[in-house]
């Protein structure tokens, strides 16, 4: 089926540089997220978007977050700058509502490490 | 407090056993969904059931959203269907999807 492609799959960085994470959603699919997981932890939302912009933002989307996807381009979560408890997988969604269902497409996550 | 609760938190079976997971939430919800993680880390939507009974190969999926719960039922379980079982809900179009802890089946063959 259709994928949400994720881009690095890996990345390793130092503490207070800037990271992109890049996302290319289903091409169908009107709503985009973020999702933080850390290690063996629960899945937890940062961010959704929708027309440009931002819908609703967690608690742990922190002033170092940002996001946006210029038009035909990627879907991106910066953060600048990094800090240690950022460390975690850090997964994109897309979405597509039809009536009453939705279907929901996750990529493969991206494993940041900062050190 | 925990939005969506999972029982049990971990399930070891033999090939061939079924497995029954449950997700309790504590919120009107308008789409429940049920997705695996592989060992691998990455997330399959398994089945999306915000109320009656699913079916899709061998899995089944019972919501009764009136008592807030939904139900995860593996029948004739393989070792490939080893990882972790997350169950989240979102409360409407483009909403965010919140998340159990999840629970981790282990198929020994």
């Known amino acids: 089926g259709p994928k949400v492609l994720q881009i690095p799959s890996h990345q390793i960085i130092d503490m207070g540089q800037m990271v992109t994470l890049n996302c290319d959603p289903v091409?169908?699919?009107?709503?985009f997220y973020w999702y933080k997981q850390i290690l063996g932890q629960q899945m937890e939302f940062l961010v959704n978007f929708y027309n440009g912009k931002v819908m609703e933002k967690s608690k742990l989307f922190k002033d170092q977050f940002s996001v946006e996807r210029p038009d035909g381009s990627y879907f991106t979560l910066k953060i600048q700058p990094t800090a240690l408890e950022d460390s975690a997988v850090y997964f994109c969604a897309s979405s597509y509502y039809r009536g009453m269902s939705s279907d929901y497409t996750f990529g493969s996550g991206t494993r940041l490490l900062v050190i | 407090g925990q939005q969506v609760q999972q029982s049990p938190s971990s399930l070891v079976l033999q090939e061939g056993e079924n497995a029954e997971l449950q997700c309790n939430f504590s919120?009107?919800?308008?789409?429940l969904q049920w997705f695996y993680q592989s060992p691998g880390g990455s997330l399959v939507s398994l089945l999306s059931n915000p109320s009656g009974t699913k079916h899709t190969g061998r899995l089944t999926s019972t919501t009764v959203t009136k008592e807030r719960r939904s139900s995860l039922h593996i029948s004739s379980s393989q070792t490939t269907d080893s990882g972790t079982y997350l169950c989240?809900?979102?409360?409407?179009?483009?909403?965010?999807?919140?998340f159990g802890k999840g629970a981790k089946l282990t198929v020994s063959p």
């Open positions: 919120s009107t919800a308008t789409q």
């Open positions: 091409s169908n699919h009107l709503y």
């Open positions: 989240a809900i979102d409360r409407g179009t483009g909403s965010k999807l919140s």
